[in-house]
């Protein structure tokens, strides 16, 4: 018997989409209560606030989250430092963290790739799936800004043979694991704060350093 779904009234993360079907309507009934919720408590917070709040948040949902896949699943997570495949693809992030990460390259705090800057500025996600680029914060194969990398790196994770990352012409191939607390606060954000039409980190950023958001 195929599985009902429930029909959802806020655009689900990919990491969402990609398991819900698996889950029974009674699991899903409870993830959108669950969106529903996180979206009234970041809607209490804005700018910088919304974003340090909300990073707090779905760290603790991604470490318990891990926590329970390892258990479940007994695989291991591939990824280790100094491994910066998945940085080579396009970040989606909200006005919040491109406020935020704005608000540290002006004070000093922390700084980018300034010729990859102007190289990916005007760069939808489109455009990043067919012509892989470097984070502009990507320095040494390693995060410049792990204390400020967006929601989306923080919830990113591989499990299996790392060698399936793939950096070229294709897109990244990995298995993933259902990180399902973390990707519920995640939504939660996208309806607190919608995404913008493009909202791929360089243009954010660079909305953000010029306060056209």
Excluded at 57 to 67: E, G, K, N, P, Y
Excluded at 96 to 123: C, H, R
Excluded at 185 to 196: C, D, E
Aim: proline fraction near 5%; charged fraction near 25%.
């Amino acid at each position: 018997m195929e599985m009902e779904i429930v029909e959802f009234d806020v655009e689900l993360s990919h990491g969402l989409i990609k398991h819900i079907h698996k889950l029974p309507q009674a699991i899903q009934v409870k993830i959108l209560k669950n969106i529903k919720l996180w979206a009234e408590r970041l809607k209490k917070f804005k700018g910088k606030k919304r974003a340090k709040y909300f990073y707090t948040q779905i760290d603790q949902a991604v470490s318990d989250d891990l926590a329970s896949f390892k258990i479940k699943e007994n695989l291991p997570i591939s990824c280790k430092k100094g491994c910066s495949h998945c940085c080579h693809m396009n970040i989606d992030v909200f006005k919040d963290e491109a406020t935020l990460l704005a608000g540290k390259i002006k004070s000093g705090e922390i700084s980018y790739n300034k010729a990859e800057f102007d190289a990916q500025k005007n760069m939808s996600a489109a455009d990043f799936q067919n012509n892989p680029k470097p984070c502009i914060f990507l320095k040494d194969s390693q995060c410049s800004i792990y204390k400020y990398r967006p929601a989306t790196c923080r919830k990113y994770f591989v499990v299996g043979d790392p060698n399936d990352c793939i950096i070229g012409d294709k897109p990244i191939i990995v298995a993933n694991p259902a990180l399902y607390n973390a990707e519920i606060i995640y939504t939660g954000m996208s309806r607190a704060s919608p995404f913008h039409a493009n909202s791929s980190l360089p243009y954010m950023l660079d909305q953000a350093l010029q306060k056209r958001i």
